[in-house]
């Protein structure tokens, strides 16, 4: 499995769009630091790039790498190798270069520009969106034959996490204003890795003092030992679900 893991990792980090996704990452790091006098400014408006291109890039890139290593994979498929190998195999050749690609691109700056809880929480959230979008992809594209069809379901799952979840938030937080929604918030939170990842982020910043009492309850869950247990908990069940499913549904699937 090393030798499969290694030689996908290398066939990935040498492609064209891996290189471009990590220049723009580290452009990007560079034009918002070099803006913004104050750090922990930066580091937001760089975390608005990140929660949208890393799980866009994140999932269409790995759509596609697997409809275009189908003929590679058939080929491996008749060698001695079992079937759940080769699934994470593929897995974690894809996740560890774009991870790479996003450490480099975004990890290295930030930590350079200051060490801080919110920094750290910025890349621990960009590789665990990285992971999971990648498995989201894999699972997409294991259960769908047709390349069209494939990359359109990673599109709707991105456009759903990234856009469409908050607005059915926030229509469920009007239509239920004279509740006490606060603790509900946090369950609303845990459905969507990128809601999840935002508020990890700015619960360390100077913005939380202006996300008003549902931030002052979120500080209090978040930000005690067992609610950043939870919240990695979360992230780990985010992409082991997904990864699970992909490769219980690649080893039975007829090739």
Request: aromatic letters at 14%.
């Amino acid at each position: 499995m090393s030798i499969l893991l290694r030689y996908i990792a290398y066939d990935i980090l040498r492609n064209r769009m891996i290189i471009a996704y990590t220049l723009f990452l580290l452009l990007m790091s560079a034009t918002m630091f070099s803006i913004e006098s104050n750090p922990g400014k930066g580091l937001l408006n760089l975390l608005n790039i990140v929660l949208i291109v890393v799980p866009l890039v994140s999932i269409i890139f790995s759509t596609i790498h697997y409809y275009n290593s189908y003929e590679f994979i058939e080929l491996l498929l008749a060698q001695p190798i079992p079937r759940k190998r080769l699934a994470f195999g593929q897995f974690l050749g894809v996740g560890i270069a774009l991870s790479l690609a996003f450490l480099i691109g975004v990890g290295i700056p930030v930590l350079l520009t200051g060490f801080s809880a919110a920094a750290l929480s910025l890349v621990l959230t960009g590789v665990f969106l990285t992971l999971i979008f990648v498995a989201l992809a894999m699972l997409a594209a294991v259960r769908t034959r047709d390349k069209a069809r494939g990359i359109g379901v990673a599109l709707l799952l991105w456009f759903y996490f990234a856009l469409l979840y908050n607005g059915f938030v926030l229509f469920l937080l009007f239509a239920f204003s004279e509740y006490p929604l606060e603790k509900a918030v946090i369950a609303f939170v845990s459905f969507n890795p990128i809601d999840l990842g935002r508020i990890l982020v700015m619960l360390h910043t100077d913005a939380s003092a202006l996300m008003g009492f549902t931030g002052a309850v979120m500080q209090q869950f978040f930000g005690s030992g067992a609610g950043v247990a939870y919240a990695i908990g979360i992230m780990l069940l985010w992409f082991v679900l997904p990864l699970w499913g992909s490769v219980r549904s690649f080893s039975r699937k007829d090739f």
